[in-house]
């Protein structure tokens, strides 16, 4: 069973950055492809980036430019590298795990990030 634990949210200040990190356990990490979601409160959902086992990335729009996504297969570990925060980046962040092979999803708990103005 595929267990996401994410880590590295919290509160900054508009203009900051902060790094989120998930730790992917339970199955063979370079079978999945990685992803960031987030949630605002009272909005859907969406895609703020996602990375093949191959090191292709895409990007939502709202993150493009400032947001990159990397893995480390050693680690086990995808990280969301968040930069030029603004306010309404504020949301849960959650780490999405697809596999290539069975099309299942696995999520993580999420974690906050909050940006003042």
């Known amino acids: 069973q595929v267990q996401l634990s994410e880590s590295g949210g919290g509160l900054v200040q508009s203009g900051g950055s902060l790094r989120l990190s998930c730790r992917f356990l339970?199955?063979?990490?370079?079978?999945?492809?990685m992803g960031w979601y987030r949630q605002a409160p009272g909005k859907q959902r969406e895609l703020v980036a996602r990375i093949t086992d191959g090191g292709g990335a895409s990007y939502g729009d709202s993150a493009k430019g400032r947001f990159a996504i990397s893995r480390d297969h050693a680690k086990n570990t995808a990280y969301l590298q968040m930069n030029s925060l603004i306010p309404e980046d504020t949301a849960v962040y959650y780490c999405?795990?697809?596999?290539?092979?069975?099309?299942?999803?696995?999520w993580g708990q999420g974690t906050q990030v909050t940006v003042s103005s």
């Open positions: 999405n795990a697809h596999s290539i092979i069975s099309r299942n999803d696995y």
């Open positions: 339970g199955n063979i990490f370079a079978t999945y492809v």
